[in-house]
């Protein structure tokens, strides 16, 4: 086997240092995002009466991000079932808040909203689309990428 000098393995950790330092500075924005500690996600599924999961994604899309944005409900995503006896029929998605009063204040406004009440009565002309909501607000834990 044959060995590195030593000067020659001071300047390869100190490159390997250095690499490392500057790929841990190229990290997401999420990860920089971790200073906020009252930040609450809330995770929500919706359970639409049948037949009305486009009519909810058509809602969604065309007025309910909108306002969510206007009342500082911050969008992180949105998903349905790949499979499953629920696949037709479920809209999960995953909104933030900056703390769980805000979020009080913020469904608040965003339920009191005009254009909110008639875009809702808008979209249950022919029926109510969902039958059941699930809401359950998530702490981050402490090295969680999303802060």
Do not use: C
């Amino acid at each position: 086997m044959k060995w590195i000098k030593p000067a020659v393995a001071v300047v390869l950790m100190g490159g390997m240092f250095a690499l490392g330092m500057m790929s841990g500075m190229q990290m997401p924005d999420a990860v920089a995002a971790q200073a906020d500690t009252e930040r609450v996600y809330e995770l929500r599924t919706y359970y639409t009466n049948d037949g009305k999961l486009d009519a909810l994604h058509d809602r969604f899309n065309n007025h309910t991000n909108q306002l969510f944005v206007r009342h500082n409900i911050t969008l992180i995503g949105y998903w349905t079932p790949a499979d499953g006896d629920d696949a037709d029929n479920t809209l999960t998605y995953l909104v933030a808040h900056d703390s769980r009063e805000a979020a009080r204040a913020n469904w608040m406004a965003f339920i009191s909203d005009p254009d909110w009440k008639a875009a809702y009565a808008e979209s249950i002309k022919d029926g109510k689309l969902v039958k059941k909501i699930d809401s359950t607000y998530l702490n981050p834990t402490d090295y969680s990428p999303l802060r």
